[in-house]
């Protein structure tokens, strides 16, 4: 049975359309349409209808550490902070931690989510926890299944090459039928992964046609260390190895040279940027004008609790604009932002407002007034203006796990 969705416009594919409604059934959308004049339709009175952002980077058992280790520098932050308290979390934690950080993006419109996840155990049932707490909230997910070897890191994050290729193939085979997860290797970094360890997850990505995910140039002692030991940036490096291409997703990128910034351009590769993160860290700020010129896909992540206490696209994008005209003084501008906001297209699948496609929307709201769905939206964030309003279509039937 259609079902038909309605507010003052509806914006999808770059384009805005007034009188509309979204047709949906068994929540998929099967059409953008004329109002109808003989069917009920589900109204959002002063709101827009739009696509759910997708945010690209996150931790979401990290929404347990909110408030720890604040104001500290990044190694106090790990190892006093993120280390230790990982490694008492119990897989019910995990479970737990996944709930809030899930929850609190939806609430925030964001209605995909990429979870870069390493407390493994040498296993998938933790994984397999977080992969829960999201279908049982409805949020779809790419769980980044990371492969991480690195001595000095917690034992429950460790794994052998081997083993983060059988552990991560039989998690992408688990959920291989899944319209609302998906599974993709995540090598954690050049600090975190030995050669050998990134290049089999590369490989892995490459034989099952997934993007994988790393974590490159975030902080400045990550390019200082790869310059002394190997002469090369972190760019650099990975493109030596060949892999640097279409299929990688570089995590923040702070740290580039002009170099660095070609090469990806030249060989594809992406990014995410977490510019909250990276001021929370005093990591540096990305050079989003440099990569939007050359012609890089960027998407946009708020990455965990522990290291931004707000999940939210919609602030990721005030900091965006905002830190670029802080570090270059120059406006990045609307038209070239339009470059930035792309978490759509670093996955192979697409979700986006178009016919076919399964329905995941939210509403923007202009002025003061109710609440609707099942977001309770006199509960804002303090950092929204009173009487702005978002929310899913959970209630309406319109949000799902697909």
């Not at 190694?75 to 993120?82: H, I, M, S, V, Y």
């Not at 119990?90 to 990429?114: H, P, R, S, W």
């Not at 994988?212 to 650099?236: C, D, F, N």
Request: proline share 4%; charged share 20%; aromatic share 8%.
């Amino acid at each position: 049975m259609l079902q038909y969705f309605a507010a003052d416009f509806l914006y999808t594919e770059n384009q805005v359309f007034h009188d509309c409604a979204l047709a949906v059934e068994n929540g998929v959308i099967q059409d953008v349409c004329p109002l109808p004049e003989n069917a009920e339709v589900t109204r959002f009175p002063d709101c827009a209808l739009i696509p759910g952002f997708v945010n690209s980077h996150t931790h979401s058992f990290q929404s347990l550490l909110k408030g720890v280790c604040d104001d500290t520098d990044f190694f106090t932050w790990r190892d006093q902070g993120l280390y230790r308290y990982s490694q008492i979390m119990t897989q019910e934690d995990l479970y737990t931690g996944a709930l809030f950080a899930f929850a609190e993006m939806l609430k925030n419109g964001i209605t995909t989510v990429c979870d870069f996840f390493y407390i493994n155990d040498q296993a998938n049932d933790n994984a397999q926890a977080v992969i829960q707490a999201a279908k049982d909230l409805g949020i779809r997910m790419t769980l980044a299944r990371t492969f991480y070897n690195w001595d000095g890191a917690p034992a429950r994050f460790r794994e052998t090459p081997e083993q983060a290729v059988e552990n991560t193939l039989a998690l992408m085979q688990l959920y291989r039928d899944d319209p609302g997860v998906s599974i993709i290797p995540a090598p954690h970094s050049l600090h975190g992964a030995s050669m050998e360890m990134i290049e089999a997850g590369a490989a892995l990505a490459k034989d099952q046609g997934t993007p994988w995910h790393m974590h490159v140039a975030e902080g400045q002692y990550e390019r200082q260390m790869t310059l002394e030991k190997t002469g090369k940036s972190p760019i650099a490096l990975l493109h030596r190895h060949g892999l640097l291409d279409g299929a990688m997703v570089g995590i923040h990128c702070v740290w580039l040279d002009e170099s660095d910034i070609d090469l990806m351009g030249e060989t594809g590769a992406r990014v995410s940027y977490n510019p909250s993160s990276n001021m929370f860290l005093g990591d540096g700020v990305t050079p989003i004008k440099a990569l939007v010129d050359a012609g890089i896909c960027i998407s946009l992540g708020t990455d965990g609790g522990c290291s931004n206490n707000r999940a939210s696209i919609i602030e990721e994008m005030r900091m965006t604009a905002l830190l670029q005209k802080s570090d270059t003084s120059r406006c990045l501008g609307a038209e070239r932002r339009s470059g930035v906001f792309n978490g759509d297209r670093q996955w192979r699948r697409k979700f986006r407002t178009t016919v076919g496609k399964t329905c995941a929307r939210v509403c923007r709201r202009f002025c003061g007034g109710g609440s609707y769905g099942s977001v309770d939206a006199t509960e804002r964030p303090f950092w929204q203006k009173p009487g702005l309003r978002l929310t899913t279509l959970r209630d309406s039937g319109c949000l799902c796990g697909g």
